[in-house]
Nanobody
């Protein structure tokens, strides 16, 4: 089992920044690819960004490319999401997820952290 706990959410004005953190425990962190997803009210959960187990490769949704940066620290067992130039449409609950580097599906999810961007 992998336990994930997100932190760093909050209320910010449009154009501002937040950094989300996701602390992992339970298994060898570097055996897992990590991802960030979000779900806005009335909408389906959507992919935001992910990073491979080694940190060598990242991927972003088009809607956040150039504004968000995903990173990880395999010593601290933590993945980060730096969010800059935030927009009201970024308002959502943000979830951290872990996927074994040998598998295709994310099998572990955190409880989520709320991000609210005011206009």
């Amino acid at each position: 089992q992998v336990q994930l706990v997100e932190s760093g959410g909050g209320l910010v004005q449009a154009g501002g920044s937040l950094r989300l953190s996701c602390a992992a425990s339970g298994r060898t962190f570097s055996d897992y690819d990590m991802g960030w997803f979000r779900q806005a009210p009335g909408k389906e959960r959507e992919f935001v960004a992910d990073i491979r187990w080694s940190g060598a490769s990242t991927m972003y949704a088009d809607s956040v490319k150039g504004r968000f940066t995903i990173s990880r620290d395999n010593v601290k067992d933590t993945v980060y999401l730096q969010m800059n130039s935030l927009k009201p449409e970024d308002t959502a609950v943000y979830y951290c997820a872990a996927r074994s580097r040998w598998l295709r599906r994310y099998g572990y999810w955190g409880p989520g952290t709320q991000v609210t961007v005011s206009s």
